[in-house]
């Protein structure tokens, strides 16, 4: 069974930084790419980030770009997000989710994800 | 970057009746497309993916059809459990989008 266990998340003053984990179970991790999605409260999924399976290629959203850094350590199946200069917009839920390819060459969805780890950033 | 609009924003439905969810894109989209369910305090779950094909362990009552910039997801017959809300999402290039959600609860 896949399993996806986020952590890291916690109140964090403006400008500030974090870093998020998430380990990963059940299934070959360094096959897939990994991804991090959030969600502020009330509000629907944002995608954050992404990492090739290899980690050797990484994209990001506009909004967290040149702040936000994905990385991975396949010896111990973790996917992490390195998070700084951190401001009240970036208060949400963050989830890790595991790539899917569907019927494509690279992956498009979100097959599995963790149960979500709150960010909140506040003064 | 790709929006993504759903409608309605909710739904007021009962167990048993047929449920049409709309996702518009504003360019054309690939084959690339999937809707997700979230239930509270619950992460999405993936339901639809490449427009139509279910993702595994969802029920047949769900579908997915559309073309172009129009799609649709379709509840044959509304369970108890399928109160929730329901994203479309895309993957354009290196960005992912989703929508804002369609909201289906009791009437």
């Known amino acids: 069974e896949v399993q996806l266990v986020d952590s890291g998340g916690g109140l964090v003053q403006p400008g500030g930084s974090l870093r998020l984990s998430c380990v990963a179970s059940?299934?070959?991790?360094?096959?897939?790419?990994m991804n991090w999605v959030r969600q502020a409260p009330g509000k629907g999924p944002e995608w954050v980030s992404i990492?090739?399976?290899?980690?050797?290629?990484?994209f990001y959203a506009d909004s967290v770009k040149g702040r936000f850094t994905i990385s991975r350590d396949q010896s111990k199946n973790t996917l992490f997000l390195q998070m700084k200069s951190l401001t009240a917009e970036d208060t949400a839920v963050y989830f890790c989710?595991?790539?899917?390819?569907?019927?494509?060459?690279?992956?498009?969805?979100?097959?599995?994800w963790g149960q979500g780890t709150l960010v909140t950033v506040s003064s | 970057e790709n929006v993504l609009t759903q409608s309605p924003a909710t739904l007021s439905l009962s167990p048993g009746e047929r449920v049409i969810l709309s996702c518009r894109a504003s360019?054309?989209?690939?084959?690339?497309l999937a809707w997700y369910q979230q239930k509270p305090g619950q992460p999405p779950r993936l339901l639809i993916y490449?427009?139509?094909s279910r993702a595994t362990g969802v029920p047949a009552r769900f579908s997915g059809s559309g073309s172009g910039t129009d799609f649709t997801l379709t509840i044959s017959s509304l369970e108890p459990e399928d109160f929730a809300v329901y994203y479309c999402?895309?993957?354009?290039?290196?960005?992912?989008?989703f929508g804002p959600g369609t909201k289906v609860d009791f009437k």
């Open positions: 989710a595991k790539g899917f390819r569907g019927s494509g060459g690279y992956s498009a969805y979100f097959d599995n």
């Open positions: 059940g299934f070959t991790f360094a096959n897939y790419a």
């Open positions: 990492i090739s399976d290899s980690g050797d290629t990484t």
């Open positions: 360019q054309s989209v690939t084959s690339h």
């Open positions: 490449d427009v139509s």
């Open positions: 999402q895309h993957r354009s290039r290196s960005l992912f989008t």
